[in-house]
């Protein structure tokens, strides 16, 4: 397969649909690593359902949609299909991809590493309290290894080197998960999107899902949560519609009932996510 100079619409859809394979394939592997921020097993769910809204999206467009339409599908599935913790902030990053990438129907090098660094920059901002150690981490690295690159095999390649670095110092920035003795699910969910954007410039072979029966995760102690995150008993999401200069003051009101507060979207919609003992404030 020859390697890509560049990304056409249809190469960026084909980017998306390799990673929700990607995604489905690993689901439980994800699950099994999910101790952080609460322990229940669903990181790869939510992470494979949140990128599957987006396919079903793209399903939608013709053959010939242009990289605007595909950007507003990825933009939009991600949003409306996004689902738990990580999930939120992928779609966030979704977006910031979209978003850079709308108004080029070919899309260089440079572009596609700004368009890494602002899916960062977007993660970062739409999560009150970032936490080193988690998917955030994963994601800086991925658009800091895509800087300076002189083509686009090692613009993807330097990404996802840089991305599976920083997934495996994840436990020592973050002692749940050293306690744990795993690598963060978000974090590792994140790492496939780079070898779905490998496997389409360069033609690298996509990774299999390793067993199950190969991945032992030991039970973190009360005293190793991090604020006490996993104490907080409900898991909320909701859609909100609000003016964009709303939003800033709707999360420090949030910042009184819980944590593990994400709150993504844009022009008028977004999806909050919020862990919090009282469900029916907000």
Same mark, same amino acid.
């Given at each position: 397969?020859?390697?890509?100079?560049?990304?056409?619409?249809?190469?960026?859809?084909? =980017?998306?649909?390799?990673f929700s394979e990607l995604l489905e394939a690993h689901r439980e592997v994800i699950n099994r690593l999910n101790v952080y921020p609460v322990p229940d097993g669903?990181?790869?769910?939510?992470?494979?359902?949140? =990128?599957?809204s987006v396919v079903r999206e793209l399903a939608e467009q013709p053959a010939t949609a242009t990289?605007?339409?595909?950007?507003?599908?990825?933009?939009?599935?991600?949003?409306?299909?996004a689902r738990g913790n990580s999930g939120v902030i992928l779609s966030q990053m979704l977006r910031g991809v979209a978003e850079t990438l709308r108004d080029d129907e070919v899309v260089s090098?440079?572009?596609?590493?700004?368009?890494?660094?602002?899916?960062?920059?977007?993660?970062?901002?739409?999560?009150v309290r970032?936490?080193?150690?988690?998917?955030?981490?994963?994601?800086?690295?991925?658009?800091e290894g895509a800087q300076d690159a002189v083509d686009l095999t090692s613009l993807a390649r330097g990404a996802r080197a840089?991305?599976?670095?920083?997934?495996?110092?994840?436990?020592?920035l973050l002692p749940v998960l050293a306690q744990a003795g795993v690598v963060d699910a978000g974090g590792a969910?994140?790492?496939?999107?780079?070898?779905?954007?490998?496997?389409?410039v360069a033609g690298d072979p996509l990774p299999t899902a390793p067993s199950l029966e190969g991945i032992s995760v030991h039970a973190p102690e009360p005293a190793a949560h991090h604020d006490a995150v996993s104490d907080l008993r409900y898991e909320v999401m909701y859609f909100l519609e609000a003016p964009d200069g709303a939003v800033s003051?709707?999360?420090?009101?949030?910042?009184?009932?819980?944590?593990?507060?994400? =709150?993504?979207?844009g022009d008028g919609l977004y999806n909050c996510h919020i862990h919090t003992d009282v469900a029916g404030s907000g």
């Open positions: 397969m020859a390697q890509l100079a560049s990304l056409t619409a249809g190469d960026v859809r084909t =980017v998306v649909q390799r669903d990181t790869g769910t939510n992470m494979s359902l949140t =990128v599957a990289m605007g339409e595909v950007c507003k599908a990825i933009a939009h599935g991600s949003l409306m299909g090098p440079g572009t596609l590493a700004g368009a890494l660094t602002h899916a960062d920059r977007m993660a970062r901002q739409a999560v970032p936490v080193e150690g988690t998917i955030l981490t994963v994601a800086r690295a991925a658009a840089a991305s599976r670095e920083a997934l495996e110092r994840t436990p020592e969910g994140l790492c496939l999107l780079l070898d779905a954007l490998c496997h389409v003051g709707f999360k420090d009101l949030w910042t009184a009932i819980g944590d593990s507060i994400v =709150v993504v979207g």
